[in-house]
Each structure stands twice: as structure tokens, then as C-alpha cells.
């Protein structure tokens, strides 16, 4: 096998004798032929050449040019589901629910009104007779003793829970019948049916059950009218939610912007998200934004008071934070995580590629042009 540049420089020698033939009236013609045929050979011989050391040099490139892209897709990938822990005080919390949920008991230490039922159930014959007879859909309840037994929501259900200054809302939105709210109350009582300007008295000592029910129950499909049970707070005990499994979170509040207009705001007033997949803790001031969709719980509980308090453990597929018009996505790439939990085998993992990528170039190089 020739020297690389020996091919150079015979085409050079052939190419500066074939000039000099020609120059020369008397040099034969099959000379001449013979000289330009070599010289076709060594052109082709350089042109083969160049192109075997362009193979030869992607072939060598490819391995690192594959561990590059390897890096570069796991720094902007994200996880598809990152973990996290949120602690949280807001004064509205929104809840997507897709599977049927039942929330209770819960005391209740002072009135409750429920509003838009459609049919009113109870032992109490002539409060059903009343209720059917004005068309009641709503009805305000002052017991001894009041409990909501449960609030039974159905699947795809939207749960809104506000604290305001004495009574805890819960709003219901369903596109799926019935939404259900289960009632106990004992001792003396008051019920204020619609728009009565004086409430029906009862001595309920062994106690009575009500239950309120929103849409049609024989007709799931038909979505029923929007719930809302305001359950005030007579004393210091807060409400405590717990049980609920929702699959996206929203932390909204509508604020009253002049007459007939209205705005969404952010209900946040402070929080705190950890990620433990990077060992991130981030504060969110009040106003910031905070989007958990996807969501799988392991843990919640919403305590309501003065003001509502969240605490949840899980993961999310997506976990989005705005403040101002900054908006970004939480979730951590594969790079952060793997250099987080598994520091020791990325760098292990990365030197042992990057050498091999390195061996490789260094053979082929070694090797020369066949």
C-alpha cells in the first residue's frame, strides 16, 4: 500500500509529463494516450480516496454525536409524571373529579343552606308536601344537632370549596345526574323552604333525615342545575375535607370588578411546592398562578376556616406556575431527575459511553485508508 500523499505526487509527475508531451510536435500519439488513461486511474484513485475518509469520518463522528443527542433530548424532555408535595392557604380551591365521589360527614355547628335541588326527600311528610307544593329549590336548616351525612357527587363532577368570612361554600357543576346531599339533624329545628318569609318549626329528639337531590335520576345523561350548600361556622372548629381522589386542581376566585362585571383571579395567598424528583422548594407569593392537571392522590385534605388550607401529596403529569406573564412548566427533565436519584451511574454511564466513542475514533484513524 502506497503512502497517502504518494498518489499526490505521481499525479503530479504524470500530470507535468503529459504537459511536456504535448508540448512536443513529435511525441506519439499512443504516449500521449497512455499518459492521460494513468492519469484518469490516479484521479479516480484521489476522488475514491476523499470519499472513504468522508465515510471514514462520519463513522467516527456518529458515536459522539449520539451521546450528544442523547443529552440534549434529556435536558428538555420532562418526566412524564413528576411527585410533590403541596402545602397551601387560599381562599377558593377548584376540583376535577372523573370518578363518582362522596364527601362526609361533617358537623355542622350552625345553618346550612342548599341550593338548587329539585326534589326534596324526608320522613317528615308535610315538609315533602310543602317543598313539592311551592316548588322549593332551596331550603336553609337550623338544628340542635346538623350533620351533612354525605354529599354524593357524580362522575366528571367540578367541586368549588370557598371560605368566606362565617360559612364554608361548596359549589357543584356536573354534565352527569343526580348530584346528592344527605342531611341529619336532631333537637329543634327551623326549616326556611324558597322565598318563606318564616321558617316551619319541628322538635326533631329522635332525630330526621333530609335528602336533596339535583337532576334526574332515571336520566344520568341530563345534566342537572348547579349546587350550592353554604355550611356556616358557628364556632372556631373548622371544616375538615378529606376522602377526595380529584384529577386536576385550580386555585381561581371570582372578583367583583363594578357593576355587572367580574373577573378570575388568583385565590392564592401562599404556598409551598416541593418536588422531591430535583429536591426543589418553591414559594408561590400571593396572586401566582398554579395549574396541577393529571393528578394522582395520595393524600389531601382541605381545612376550612377563615380562610381554606390544602395539604396534598402525589404526582402530576402536568404542573404549570404563572406569575405576572412569566408562565413555565415544574416538571423536572430526565436529566435533572437521573442526576438527582441516580448521580453515580450517569456519570459512570456517561464516561464509559464517551470513552468508547473516543476508542472508536482513535481505531479508525489508526487504521488509515484501506
Partial sequence: ????????????ELAARLAQA???????LAGLRELQERLKLLDTALADRAARGKRRLGVMLWPVGLVGLM?????TVPVPSVPL???LKASAIQLDLADAAVLG????????RIEGFSALESADAPLVQAAAREQADRITVRAGESRLRALRLPAGARLGVEARRDATALG???SRSPIVVELEVRGATSLLLADATSGMARDYAQGEWLRLVAGDPA?????PPPMLLTLSRGGETPLRLQGLRPTALRFIERRDGGVAESTLGSSIQAATLTLPATGQALALAAGDWLEIDDLVVERLEIVSGATLTLELNGSARVLRQRSG???RSLKPSWLEYISRHHLTKLLWGSAAVLWGALAWARRQFAAGPP
Avoid at 22 to 28: C, E, R, V
Avoid at 105 to 112: I, K, Q, R, S, Y
Fill in 219 to 223: 336520566h344520568i345523561e341530563r345534566a
Fill in 105 to 112: 360527614p361533617l358537623t355542622v355547628d350552625a345553618a346550612m
Fill in 85 to 87: 408535595s403541596l402545602s
Fill in 325 to 327: 406573564e412569566f408562565e
Fill in 172 to 174: 357543584v357543576e356536573s
Fill in 1 to 12: 500500500m502506497e503512502a497517502p500523499d504518494r498518489l499526490s505526487e505521481l499525479r503530479a
Fill in 22 to 28: 504535448l508540448a512536443d510536435p513529435a511525441a506519439p
Fill in 71 to 75: 443529552l440534549l433530548l434529556a435536558a
